[in-house]
């Protein structure tokens, strides 16, 4: 099962953009990297996945380098609205891996 | 997306009561549903599987005596958190995922249960 790590907190302003990493090193050849967003006191919310390279979506992109061992979760000119714990998961679904949620990185956006 | 809707939002109890938590799948079928369990500034922690029409798997740790899952149909797992004390005091969050969805076993997660345990 890959541990993934990434910083306990960040602090960004508005209108910036915001870089998350996440590592994880013992990435298995199958494993996806699935990032969830999670406002306070409500479930977590799907933003991105990725499996290599570069994805990007409406809300986010995903940046992974060659080797997988780490990923970038960015978010482009952030808002007040972005204040939230971003989780960064790795799995294989055949697996049945892609359920255990890390520490995860609280994102406080300032005016 | 996909909507997953938790009831209650928010509970109080007293101390040995038992309490249920629904989970439902309003626009899917849900063959398996997860539960999961979060403290104060904690992650997300997941306690048990629920496969409709059999047993739950529960994670290492988890009492199985005391958080009785039963998932009696393809839209609806229930939570029920027996002879609850205030260390039971937490937020619980089911999720399923869709068959073939987009995106490889993304998860959809309800909007929670906020247990408080007097």
């Known amino acids: 099962l890959a541990k993934t790590t990434q910083p306990v907190s960040m602090d960004s302003y508005e209108g910036q953009e915001v870089n998350i990493t996440c590592s994880h090193n013992?990435?298995?050849?199958?494993?996806?990297i699935t990032w969830y967003q999670q406002f306070p006191s409500q479930g977590p919310r799907f933003i991105i996945q990725g499996y290599k390279t570069k994805v990007t979506n409406e809300v986010a992109s995903l940046f992974i380098p060659a080797d997988r061992k780490s990923s970038t979760l960015s978010l482009p000119r952030v808002s007040l609205s972005d204040t939230a714990v971003y989780y960064c998961?790795?799995?294989?679904?055949?697996?049945?891996?892609?359920?255990?949620f890390g520490g995860g990185t609280r994102l406080m956006v300032k005016p | 997306g996909a909507v997953v809707s938790q009831h209650p939002s928010r509970v109080i109890c007293k101390s040995g009561t038992s309490v249920k938590i629904e989970c439902r799948s309003l626009d899917f079928q849900a063959t398996t549903m997860f539960w999961y369990r979060q403290f104060p500034k904690q992650s997300l922690m997941l306690m048990a599987t629920s496969n409709e029409g059999s047993k739950a798997t529960y994670e290492q740790g988890v009492e199985k005596d005391k958080f009785l899952i039963n998932h009696a149909s393809l839209t609806l797992s229930t939570l029920t958190v027996t002879s609850a004390h205030p260390e039971d005091s937490s937020f619980y969050i089911c999720s399923a995922r869709i068959a073939g969805g987009p995106s490889v076993g993304e998860l959809f997660f309800g909007e929670g249960s906020r247990l408080t345990v007097l």
């Open positions: 998961l790795v799995g294989s679904y055949n697996a049945g891996n892609m359920l255990t």
């Open positions: 013992n990435i298995a050849t199958n494993d996806y």
